[in-house]
Protein backbone atom coordinates (compact mmCIF):
# COMPACT_ATOMS: atom_id res chain seq x y z
CA UNK A 1 0.00 0.00 0.00
CA UNK A 2 1.22 3.54 -0.92
CA UNK A 3 -0.28 6.81 0.31
CA UNK A 4 -0.07 9.75 -2.10
CA UNK A 5 -2.38 12.75 -3.60
CA UNK A 6 -5.04 11.88 -5.14
CA UNK A 7 -5.63 12.78 -8.83
CA UNK A 8 -8.52 13.31 -10.97
CA UNK A 9 -7.97 9.51 -11.94
CA UNK A 10 -9.17 8.93 -8.47
CA UNK A 11 -12.63 10.34 -8.35
CA UNK A 12 -14.91 7.47 -8.76
CA UNK A 13 -13.08 5.31 -6.47
CA UNK A 14 -12.74 7.71 -3.78
CA UNK A 15 -16.58 8.21 -4.11
CA UNK A 16 -16.74 4.17 -4.04
CA UNK A 17 -15.03 4.04 -1.09
CA UNK A 18 -16.98 7.05 0.63
CA UNK A 19 -20.00 5.70 -0.37
CA UNK A 20 -19.66 2.26 1.22
CA UNK A 21 -18.07 3.32 3.99
CA UNK A 22 -20.97 5.95 4.61
CA UNK A 23 -23.67 3.33 4.59
CA UNK A 24 -21.70 1.08 6.92
CA UNK A 25 -20.68 4.20 9.55
CA UNK A 26 -23.73 5.99 9.56
CA UNK A 27 -26.77 3.31 8.87
CA UNK A 28 -28.46 3.60 12.04
CA UNK A 29 -27.00 6.74 13.00
CA UNK A 30 -28.48 8.55 9.99
CA UNK A 31 -31.54 8.46 8.06
CA UNK A 32 -30.79 6.71 5.01
CA UNK A 33 -32.05 10.19 3.12
CA UNK A 34 -29.37 12.35 4.88
CA UNK A 35 -26.86 9.82 3.57
CA UNK A 36 -27.52 9.96 0.68
CA UNK A 37 -27.93 13.58 0.16
CA UNK A 38 -24.70 14.17 1.95
CA UNK A 39 -22.50 11.23 -0.34
CA UNK A 40 -24.11 13.31 -3.08
CA UNK A 41 -22.74 16.70 -1.70
CA UNK A 42 -19.43 15.70 -0.83
CA UNK A 43 -18.37 12.78 -2.82
CA UNK A 44 -19.72 13.81 -6.70
CA UNK A 45 -16.90 14.13 -9.23
CA UNK A 46 -17.57 17.37 -9.01
CA UNK A 47 -17.11 18.55 -5.37
CA UNK A 48 -14.37 16.07 -5.39
CA UNK A 49 -12.22 18.09 -8.07
CA UNK A 50 -12.73 21.26 -6.13
CA UNK A 51 -10.85 19.57 -2.82
CA UNK A 52 -8.16 17.64 -5.54
CA UNK A 53 -7.22 21.55 -6.78
CA UNK A 54 -6.89 22.32 -2.78
CA UNK A 55 -4.80 19.33 -1.86
CA UNK A 56 -5.92 17.85 0.83
CA UNK A 57 -7.39 14.41 -0.10
CA UNK A 58 -4.91 11.80 -0.54
CA UNK A 59 -5.75 7.49 -1.26
CA UNK A 60 -3.97 4.96 0.04
CA UNK A 61 -3.42 3.06 -3.22
CA UNK A 62 -2.98 -0.97 -3.61
CA UNK A 63 -1.83 -0.95 -6.51
CA UNK A 64 -3.14 -2.52 -9.63
CA UNK A 65 -6.16 0.43 -9.64
CA UNK A 66 -7.45 -0.53 -6.08
CA UNK A 67 -8.09 2.24 -3.54
CA UNK A 68 -8.43 1.02 -0.36
CA UNK A 69 -9.44 4.38 1.19
CA UNK A 70 -8.64 8.48 1.49
CA UNK A 71 -8.42 11.51 3.54
CA UNK A 72 -9.95 14.82 2.91
CA UNK A 73 -7.98 17.31 4.99
CA UNK A 74 -8.81 21.18 5.12
CA UNK A 75 -5.33 23.28 6.13
CA UNK A 76 -5.36 26.85 7.41
CA UNK A 77 -3.15 28.79 9.18
CA UNK A 78 -4.32 27.66 12.68
CA UNK A 79 -5.40 23.93 12.29
CA UNK A 80 -5.48 20.90 9.89
CA UNK A 81 -9.77 19.51 9.75
CA UNK A 82 -10.45 16.32 8.49
CA UNK A 83 -13.00 16.43 7.12
CA UNK A 84 -13.12 12.21 6.40
CA UNK A 85 -11.71 9.24 6.58
CA UNK A 86 -12.54 6.43 5.07
CA UNK A 87 -11.88 3.20 3.94
CA UNK A 88 -13.09 0.02 2.35
CA UNK A 89 -15.00 -2.17 4.86
CA UNK A 90 -13.20 -5.21 4.03
CA UNK A 91 -10.24 -3.28 5.16
CA UNK A 92 -10.95 -2.07 8.10
CA UNK A 93 -8.61 -2.23 11.40
CA UNK A 94 -5.84 -2.83 9.19
CA UNK A 95 -3.61 0.42 9.39
CA UNK A 96 -4.72 2.13 6.16
CA UNK A 97 -6.97 5.14 8.53
CA UNK A 98 -3.61 4.99 10.28
CA UNK A 99 -1.51 5.58 7.39
CA UNK A 100 -3.68 8.24 5.65
CA UNK A 101 -3.50 10.15 9.22
CA UNK A 102 0.01 9.78 9.32
CA UNK A 103 0.35 11.57 6.09
CA UNK A 104 -1.54 14.60 6.59
CA UNK A 105 0.48 14.81 10.17
CA UNK A 106 3.51 14.43 8.33
CA UNK A 107 2.77 17.74 5.79
CA UNK A 108 1.55 20.05 8.63
CA UNK A 109 3.61 18.57 11.91
CA UNK A 110 2.92 21.55 14.18
CA UNK A 111 -0.20 22.62 13.35
CA UNK A 112 -3.09 20.91 15.77
CA UNK A 113 -5.61 18.58 13.96
CA UNK A 114 -8.73 18.26 14.68
CA UNK A 115 -11.47 16.00 13.30
CA UNK A 116 -16.10 16.60 13.64
CA UNK A 117 -17.60 12.85 14.71
CA UNK A 118 -20.92 12.43 15.15
CA UNK A 119 -22.01 10.96 18.38
CA UNK A 120 -22.57 7.46 18.30
CA UNK A 121 -19.90 6.02 15.38
CA UNK A 122 -18.01 4.51 18.00
CA UNK A 123 -15.12 2.98 16.17
CA UNK A 124 -14.43 6.26 14.51
CA UNK A 125 -14.21 7.72 18.35
CA UNK A 126 -11.96 4.82 19.06
CA UNK A 127 -9.69 5.59 16.33
CA UNK A 128 -9.29 8.94 17.19
CA UNK A 129 -8.39 8.06 20.80
CA UNK A 130 -6.41 5.37 19.80
CA UNK A 131 -4.01 7.98 17.84
CA UNK A 132 -3.52 10.55 20.58
CA UNK A 133 -6.60 12.53 19.72
CA UNK A 134 -8.59 13.70 22.67
CA UNK A 135 -12.32 14.73 23.14
CA UNK A 136 -13.09 18.12 22.66
CA UNK A 137 -16.40 20.05 22.48
CA UNK A 138 -19.82 18.70 21.56
CA UNK A 139 -21.92 20.87 18.90
CA UNK A 140 -25.22 20.91 17.87
CA UNK A 141 -26.38 21.49 14.24
CA UNK A 142 -28.53 20.37 11.37
CA UNK A 143 -27.24 18.33 8.59
CA UNK A 144 -30.27 18.33 5.61
CA UNK A 145 -32.50 19.22 8.27
CA UNK A 146 -31.73 16.23 10.68
CA UNK A 147 -30.50 17.18 14.19
CA UNK A 148 -27.57 15.83 14.70
CA UNK A 149 -24.57 15.74 17.50
CA UNK A 150 -20.95 15.92 17.17
CA UNK A 151 -18.05 15.83 19.24
CA UNK A 152 -14.52 17.53 18.03
CA UNK A 153 -11.74 15.51 18.74
CA UNK A 154 -8.18 17.46 19.01
CA UNK A 155 -4.75 16.26 18.30
CA UNK A 156 -1.94 19.10 19.36
CA UNK A 157 1.01 20.02 17.00
Same mark, same amino acid.
Given at each position: ??VR???R #?D =?L???? /??? +? +??W?AYS #?L =??P??IAR???R?YS *??SL?R???K?? $?? /??D?G?GG??? !?V?A? !??R?R $?R? +?A @???? *????R? #???? +?L??S @??SG?P? =?P @???????????A?RF? %???G !?S??????????? %??? /?E?R??L??
Open positions: MRPAT #G =LAIGR /VAD +A +AAE #G =LKDTALND *PARRLLGG $VK /VAARLLG !FDE !FDA $VV +A @ISTE *PAYRT #GIAR +ALA @IRSR =L @ICADVLLGSLDEY %ESQ !FPGEVMEGTLFD %EDV /VRWWPG
